[in-house]
């Protein structure tokens, strides 16, 4: 135990495994919010669709269930394919660099099965929860306010502002770019 590079390897190994509990959260995380902003702009983009299918007499569940089973099958694949190249292509790369700088034996990898399926299953449950809370709160306006664009954001003043000297000498594109 007091000889350095095994001291340094227990040290690397401790390190490893403090961001191998983090690493995968992080990737689960930046995912989930690509795939939640995703569908929101998939529904917003799709108002007029879906106020014209509301005028149209089509229930609102079956309005609903359109983006719902496209949040199912996106999140199903991804999942099976993050999963699958993920899980042997990182533990390989890092356990190369590591025969780099330490003499080791190969690796066996291990696939937890457990914690792919609740991986897989949790980010699938959340994609279809926020696509139909967000298709739903489309719904709640009338199929005339759904047909037309929806109405910009007021734009909130920046710093700038209220320093007249310098935002009066802005351009156009610059004020827009600040804001």
Same mark, same amino acid.
């Given at each position: =135990?007091?000889?350095? /590079?095994?001291?340094?390897? =227990?040290?690397?190994?401790?390190?490893?495994?403090?961001?191998?509990?983090?690493? $995968?959260?992080?990737?689960?995380?930046?995912?989930?919010?690509?795939?939640?902003?995703?569908?929101?702009?998939?529904?917003?983009?799709?108002?007029?669709?879906? #106020?014209?299918?509301?005028?149209?007499?089509? /229930?609102?569940?079956?309005?609903?269930?359109?983006?719902?089973?496209?949040?199912?099958?996106?999140?199903?694949?991804?999942?099976?394919? #993050?999963? #699958?190249?993920? @899980?042997?292509?990182?533990?390989?790369?890092?356990?190369? !660099?590591?025969?780099?700088?330490? =003499?080791?034996?190969?690796?066996?990898?291990?696939? $937890?099965? /457990?914690?792919? @399926? @609740?991986? !897989?299953?949790?980010?699938?449950?959340?994609?279809?929860?926020?696509?139909?809370?967000?298709?739903?709160?489309?719904?709640?306006?009338?199929?005339?306010?759904?047909?037309? $664009?929806?109405? $910009?954001?007021?734009?909130?003043?920046?710093?700038?502002?209220?320093?007249?000297?310098?935002?009066?000498?802005?351009?156009?594109? /610059?004020?827009?770019?600040?804001?």
């Amino acid at each position: =135990d007091s000889h350095y /590079s095994t001291a340094m390897y =227990d040290g690397n190994a401790q390190q490893m495994g403090k961001i191998g509990a983090v690493f $995968p959260m992080l990737f689960f995380l930046v995912a989930a919010l690509v795939c939640m902003t995703t569908m929101k702009r998939l529904v917003d983009e799709e108002r007029g669709q879906i #106020g014209v299918f509301s005028a149209l007499g089509f /229930s609102k569940n079956k309005i609903i269930s359109k983006y719902v089973i496209y949040a199912l099958l996106a999140s199903v694949i991804g999942s099976l394919i #993050g999963v #699958g190249s993920g @899980i042997p292509i990182f533990p390989n790369v890092i356990y190369f !660099c590591w025969k780099l700088m330490y =003499d080791l034996p190969e690796a066996y990898l291990y696939l $937890p099965a /457990s914690s792919a @399926i @609740i991986g !897989c299953l949790s980010f699938t449950v959340l994609m279809v929860v926020v696509t139909y809370c967000v298709a739903r709160s489309s719904l709640k306006e009338m199929p005339s306010q759904l047909m037309r $664009p929806k109405a $910009p954001k007021k734009a909130k003043k920046v710093f700038l502002e209220n320093i007249p000297f310098i935002w009066n000498r802005l351009s156009f594109t /610059s004020k827009v770019t600040a804001r």
